[in-house]
């Protein structure tokens, strides 16, 4: 709720701009929240909330560890948000016919260089974060950190911008997934087996559903101004289908890696699944494939909690 009053303030703020009517008055704090995006976080946190548990189903669960890596994971989440705000703001991507909420960028609520070194210092306090996982874990938190802020500064940024080219839906399945999973179990326990990657599979694919629904809203803009997702490359029917076959995949894994009938619990969340794959087929406008995008998000954090029982 509190984002979507924050949208509202933001559409009418950006209006104002666009007409050259006065400017409503928006709280700083607001704005940056806005930029932040926290209904974004679910997919932050359930990676590290089932790596934790799988951690803690080994009898090697250990608190600090476990608390850095959700820290250092929703900072690299909200770097992440602040980058593509801003990149997409300078390529001129985020246009007056954009479905999605308000970019400040764009909408002139804070200049590129607020929101650039705003962005700079949520990556500096990951990289923090960072040095005390990287004491925990070794070298291999390093590989982690690094590979996952550059990700998200060339998801949007640099020369050959990741959502660009349709590889973002890779990405964050990747540190969405396997790696975010594996690393928060490996920080605590020191190991990593194949179920726990496996697992992390099932919370990747559900996390790149809600790139999907994002990419799908936004599939005309994008490739009115050359930003080339794999929503545009695979046109509207294909999305969909693939939107449905991500949440598939999810199902399936918690299945097969069900050792008892607690295993199962995810499957309570298949009437909700359910429900969004219908919108996300069947509806074109913006403000419902935006209740689509924060519904399947919530579907994540859901997934992830019904799953912890199983791996305890």
């Known amino acids: 709720m509190l984002d979507e009053s924050l949208d509202a303030n933001a559409q009418s703020a950006a209006g104002s701009l666009r007409s050259n009517a006065p400017t409503p008055a928006l ?23 089932v790596g934790t548990a799988a951690a803690i189903g080994d009898g090697r669960f250990r608190l600090l560890p476990a608390l850095a890596a959700l820290l250092g994971s929703a900072l690299i989440q909200i770097g992440t948000n602040l980058a593509n705000d801003v990149f997409d703001g300078l390529r001129g991507t985020d246009g007056p016919g954009r479905l999605g909420p308000v970019r400040v960028t764009a909408a002139g609520l804070l200049a590129p260089r607020q929101v650039m070194a705003g962005m700079m210092l949520i990556f500096a306090l990951a ?73 992390g599979a099932a919370v990747g694919a559900l996390a790149t559903a809600i790139l999907v629904v994002n990419n799908l809203r936004d599939r005309v803009t994008d490739a009115r101004v050359g930003k080339r997702t794999l929503a545009v490359r695979l046109g509207e029917g294909l999305t969909r289908r693939y939107y449905l076959m ?20 995810p499957l309570l969340s298949m009437p909700i699944a359910a429900g969004l794959i219908r919108v996300v087929n069947t509806k074109e406008d913006g403000p419902s494939l935006n209740e689509a995008l924060a519904g399947t998000a919530k579907l994540l954090a859901l997934f992830s909690l019904l799953w912890i029982p199983g791996w305890l």
């Open 27 to 49: 709280p700083a704090w607001k704005v940056w929240m806005m930029a932040a995006r926290p209904r974004t976080l679910p997919a932050s946190a359930a990676p590290v909330l």
């Open 127 to 199: 990289v923090a974060v960072g040095v005390y996982l990287v004491w925990v874990g070794g070298w291999p938190i390093v590989w982690i950190g690094t590979l996952g802020i550059l990700s998200g500064i060339l998801y949007t940024g640099g020369p050959w911008p990741l959502g660009y080219h349709g590889l973002g839906d890779l990405f964050v399945f990747i540190f969405f997934g396997p790696v975010a999973v594996g690393g928060t179990c490996y920080v605590q326990a020191g190991t990593v087996n194949p179920r726990v990657l496996a697992a």
């Open 246 to 265: 991500l949440l598939a995949v999810a199902y399936c894994i918690a299945i097969l890696l069900s050792r008892s009938w607690i295993g199962l619990l």
